[in-house]
């Protein structure tokens, strides 16, 4: 009973032993993979640091000083006047941020003060991101510095004690914090590099699905040739479960490749969460299923290892570059109507949407059909025409 | 335990119109060791193949231990173990995983498997290379792993197809003692070889194959009696005489 089973498990472990098929259908993967990283990941936000000299010491320097390390990327550094002057020189960086003596006081007090930035030629573009922030902060506090001032000066004749003047403006201008009349908001629209991501992701799964058709071939014939199939009927192996268990081999090696491949890019280039993980691995073993019935098909009717590779070589080519691996095939023309007959061109449809996370696998009924119908005329196919070695049962 | 284990009745087999075996007919006893002597290209693989009910033949049947190979071909394969010419064996995996897998498809459990792989090892003297990939082994210790593979369902009856072609003497010995052993724990044995001085030593009786069809059947002792004194003549000889060329052609 368990016996095809077993098979699946011999035939994933010397999948997993030998060196060149691994090369070709995981290292492969994994550098076309890294590629795609290259183009689409590295999404990364900014980082810097911000150099400051505080000649002031006061509350509102320190404020400053804060507001700036609490924004998350940024890191602060503070050097002595002497310390900043020798790291321009050196490069060390490009731009420091000098906070005079009597800031604090003179905000306080609502008169003028002033921030000097120092910097070798125009600071660099870390530099000039950096400065904008503080120059931001820095207007914030002035204004608010602006608002206590009036307000002191307009009820500064009144009996009201200055501590609850101060109380009531601070009150109402961390009330201004907490809802701002302007509210600015990002939205993630996905971007262009999404959408190709969503588009090529697919297409290189299934081509190297497709790349377990000749790999099992392959291996198919040369162990007609060398007399493992054969040998094992001598068991009590039965011809139907030597079959069964060929074909749940090629499933499994295919399974491997997409779970390598689909677990980099939902790691790494963060595609979708576990749901859209699962859905996708599931309708992979669809396409593994149907991969592998076409391996068997090639295998048993190839009547040499040339043969098979050969046959494998040219279906595999031609279902992805007629199924739309590289590019849209559109709907209307010799294209689409050469995609037609392409595992591809549905595979990649129905991944696409999951993949995307636009769709789920409720809706993949139609790919789905046409896929498993594949897989069940190549399985019909090669039983009829399954044999183990040279005009033999 | 006397009694015939296998019976072979005008067994032919013909490839795109040419005959390969042509009506062959004998009889192994249990607890022998039966020879099939014949050139290269003479019919033994292919009679061997019908035998242990992997190639269909066009006439004739085999019986073993009372089932038709053609119709009952389950019962058969349960009292059958194959080793065949070429090494049919996994070079990736170890020995031991080798002996394992087919252990198990010989439908042993996985404890009763390993213990007897263990076991087979320990017979062909490879029980320290157990663990290493059979890719790295040297032919004769390949051919030792393709013997013991065939050991792991414990036949009543083994079929070794030239199981000695090109492997140095240590390993060659190693064969001959466990045939030898084996035999004397109740195993029957069919020996195809075209080596003479092999099947002289080894074998109860030899059937001398030629051109698909068996052309003198007998212990080497009687077949050697047909040219004058046994202890003078040479099996060579005998084929010589039988076929006017010589075998080693
Ligand atoms: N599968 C096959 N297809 C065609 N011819 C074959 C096949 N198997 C064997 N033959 C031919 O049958 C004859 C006997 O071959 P074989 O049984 O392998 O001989 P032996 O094992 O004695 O060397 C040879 O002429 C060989 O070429
Ligand atoms: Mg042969």
Known sequence: MFRPLHIALLETKRFLLDRGDLAFSLALPVVLFALMYGTFGGGESFNGTAHFVDLDGGPAAKLLVESLSDIDGIDVEMHSLEDADQGLDRSSFLSVAVIPEGFSEALDDGEQTSLTFRQRGSGGNESQIINGIIRAITQEMAGEAQVYSVVREVIGESSLPASQVNQAVFTSLAEAHQSPSVVVRSIDVGGASAEVLHRLLPGILVMFLLFAVSLGSQALVEERRIGTLERLLTTRLSLNQLFAGRFLAGVSRAMVQAVVLLGLAFVVLQVGGASVFVQTLIFCVLVAAAVSAVSLLIGTLARSRDQATWSAVFFTMFMTVFGGTFFEVGNTGALAFLSKFTINKYAIDALEGLVSGAEGLSTQGPEAAIIAGVAVASLLFARLAFRTGVGGR | ?249
Not at chain 2, 9 to 35: C, N, Y
Not at chain 2, 68 to 84: D, E, K, M, T, W
């Open chain 2, 1 to 249: 335990m006397a009694g015939t284990i296998l019976e072979a009745k005008g067994l032919s087999k013909s490839f795109d119109g040419m005959l390969a075996v042509d009506d062959v007919s004998f009889t192994i006893q249990r607890q022998e060791i039966f020879g099939l002597l014949g050139p290269n290209g003479a019919g033994k693989t292919t009679t061997i193949r019908m035998l242990a009910t992997v190639l269909d033949a066009d006439g004739g049947d085999v019986e073993i231990g009372g089932h038709s190979a053609r119709r009952s071909s389950g019962q058969v394969r349960a009292l059958i173990g194959l080793c065949p010419q070429e090494l049919a064996l996994y070079e990736e995996l170890s020995a031991l995983d080798n002996l394992v897998f087919f252990g198990r498809m010989a439908g042993l459990g996985s404890q009763e498997a390993r213990v007897r792989a263990e076991e087979n090892l320990q017979l062909v003297g490879l029980q320290d290379r157990a663990k290493g990939a059979v890719a790295k082994f040297s032919g004769g210790m390949k051919r030792r792993v393709n013997l013991a593979i065939a050991l792991m369902g414990r036949p009543a009856l083994l079929f070794l197809d030239e199981p000695t072609v090109g492997i140095d003497p240590q390993s060659r010995n190693h064969i001959f003692e466990t045939i030898l052993r084996l035999r004397d724990e109740g195993m029957s044995v069919l020996y195809t070889t075209h080596y003479m001085e092999e099947a002289n030593r080894l074998c109860d009786r030899i059937a001398i194959i030629d051109n698909g069809r068996i052309i003198a059947i007998g212990t080497p002792v009687e077949l050697k009696t047909e040219l004058g004194d046994p202890a003078q003549v040479t099996l060579e000889e005998v084929f010589l005489h039988l076929t006017g060329r010589s075998l080693r052609d």
